[in-house]
């Protein structure tokens, strides 16, 4: 059986029962949060997010995986008074975080740059996965980039690379984010196969966000796992399209493909206050999924079992299927 690494350590991946595929705990912009967001470092903050957590447990939920990376406010110490708080799983990530240009650290250091050195992201990727994250001992277990209507900007594919490259030294699997709009998960599944990943091994994040069914055939159709995971986020197409949309993959049989998720967080930055964040996004929080969008998937006639193969089965895969393909190989 696999092992998945948590913040809690390892557990067979049959242990991660329900998840929560694409999440986050706290997202913000370090710098300014150090600077102008002092109510962020009061013991207040983790109470919060782990009594989330614990109302999500109570949901049924039993793990999230936390996509945070370099760029979107990683910061593992805080994130482990909130794990010791709450018994969900949370999974957390490397990997980097833009649309544009690599993490200033890395500009000058690199392959043929002013520093010229190996990639060093490689590096600093797979020491988060085997020794753990920033002298913590708590392992990635998830890789995370990103790409968006800028398209493959030379910054986001030399983390794209970076990533990959990851992968195949340490057999954990990808989620990328994604602008379904340009069709960019199908850029995402070329550079990923020419650097030889598994396109199973692969989410192709945030295609909840098109209605567009060819588009997620297709990506599926090469054996990516759909993210439909940005439920309570209603400004870019409406509750009932997300809904409408999955209903319709289920029915082509693409069941398989899909898992659920909110993409929300429980403290962010990029809101002046918790309550801006709430007014601003009322259904964005981690019991949405539970209270609003399980009756109309059920409503629209999605079975109860079809709705555990996206919570259950699918990220199941997703973590034991890399991992397993890894262990034959080495
Ligand atoms: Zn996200």
Redesign the pocket.
Known sequence: MSRIETMRGPIDAGALGRVLI???VF?MHMEYTQNYRPDFFGDETAVRAAAKLNALKAAGIDTIVD??VLG?GRHIPNLAKVAARTDVNIIVSTGA?TFDEVPAPFAFYGPGLLCNAPEPMIAHFVRDIVEGIGGTGIKAGELKCAIDTLGLRPGVERIMRAVARTHAITGVPITV?TAPQTESGLVVQRVLAEEGVNLEDVII??CGDTTDIDYLMKLADKGSILGM??FGINFTITPEQRIRTITDMVHRGYVDHLTLSH?CACWSDFFPTVDAYNAAMPDHHYLHIHQKVLPALLEAGVTHRQIEKMFVDNPRRHFEAAAKRFSTKS
């Open positions: 694409h999440e986050h997202l996509l945070t979107l975080y984010h994040g945030h995971d940005r993409d």
